[in-house]
């Protein structure tokens, strides 16, 4: 696992990105305004649907989920579906990336969601977080990382996170949630990103 200084060093690295959730919050807000929905509902379907896409499919499904919630969106990985199934009977998240995504979406300062590129940044095996000393060991350093920088632990991560996707050169447009709202809602073609952003797979 990489040492605290490095993944210090990729925070500062990152740090322009470091309010990511409270600005995709805001987004997120003004999206089910124009959706009619509830916005813990909807953040709760995005952090469920989150493994394996990028944040504008995430958003997509998340906004067909609220519209036709027992039908399977196309291309959505049939675990995912099961996950979402699980969460509309019980109303509970499983996954140890999803539960924290959710909560840092909803204004969890202290929450670290820790998916694929943070695996990466952390240099740690994606299974090997199923590992309890590994997965506390890992938490335990971009709550260190936080520490260290003054920060609140899910701007550490993002930050950090933001390092790891660019170094892997994901660096693409991306329209808002508000947008693609918007475009669903009123049957207009999506509107083309005006804000350069980090897309990612997780």
């Not at 291309?75 to 909560?103: C, E």
């Amino acid at each position: 696992m990489r040492s605290i200084q490095t993944l210090v060093d990729m925070a500062l690295q990152g740090q322009a990105h470091m309010g990511w959730y409270g600005e995709a919050q805001s987004d997120i807000a003004i999206a089910c305004d124009i959706l009619g929905v509830d916005a813990v509902a909807f953040t709760e379907i995005m952090a469920v649907t989150s493994p394996r896409v990028s944040v504008t499919r995430n958003v997509k499904y998340a906004i067909l989920l609220t519209d036709k919630p027992w039908h399977k969106p196309s291309g959505m990985l049939g675990n995912v579906f099961d996950s979402y199934i699980h969460w509309l009977d019980t109303g509970h998240i499983r996954g140890q990336k999803t539960r924290p995504f959710a909560d840092a979406l909803l204004g969890d300062h202290t929450a670290i969601p820790l998916d694929v590129w943070m695996c990466q940044a952390l240099r740690i095996r994606q299974l090997s977080l199923r590992r309890n000393d590994v997965f506390t060991r890992a938490t335990q350093h971009i709550a260190d990382v936080a520490d260290y920088l003054g920060w609140w632990n899910c701007e550490a991560q993002a930050a950090i996170w933001a390092t790891a996707v660019r170094a892997a050169d994901r660096n693409v447009m991306v329209v808002s949630a508000a947008d693609l709202a918007l475009a669903y809602v009123t049957g207009m073609p999506e509107p083309k990103s005006t804000q350069r952003t980090l897309e990612y797979t997780s």
